[in-house]
């Protein structure tokens, strides 16, 4: 069974940072791309970064040179470093693998 659990999620000031952690199992993680997507209320949900198996990144426009999204194989875990944050980055975010897993979500509110 697949599991991906998300944590790291909370309140932050505009300008903070923090770190989210989605941790895999039931997978052979090392083969899937993995991804962060977040849904703000009356939104669609959205995609935020990928990371490739070979370690290359993709982000949307409005986060990139602020969020860093990594992975460790060795642990199945995948991370996203979020900077600088901003109001509008506030929603639920979500892990993703390749399969089309979903987490449960954390999330994540930028208000001061």
């Known amino acids: 069974q697949v599991q991906l659990v998300e944590s790291g999620g909370g309140l932050v000031q505009p300008g903070g940072s923090l770190r989210l952690s989605c941790a895999a199992s039931g997978i052979i993680f090392h083969y899937y791309n993995m991804a962060w997507y977040r849904q703000a209320p009356g939104k669609q949900r959205e995609l935020v970064a990928t990371?490739?198996?070979?370690?290359?990144?993709e982000y949307t426009d409005s986060v990139k040179g602020r969020f860093t999204i990594s992975r460790d194989n060795a642990k199945n875990t995948v991370y996203l470093q979020m900077d600088s944050l901003k109001p509008e980055d506030t929603a639920v975010y979500y892990c993703h693998n390749q399969a089309g897993d979903w987490g449960q979500g954390t999330q994540v509110t930028v208000s001061s």
């Open positions: 990371i490739y198996t070979r370690y290359n990144t």
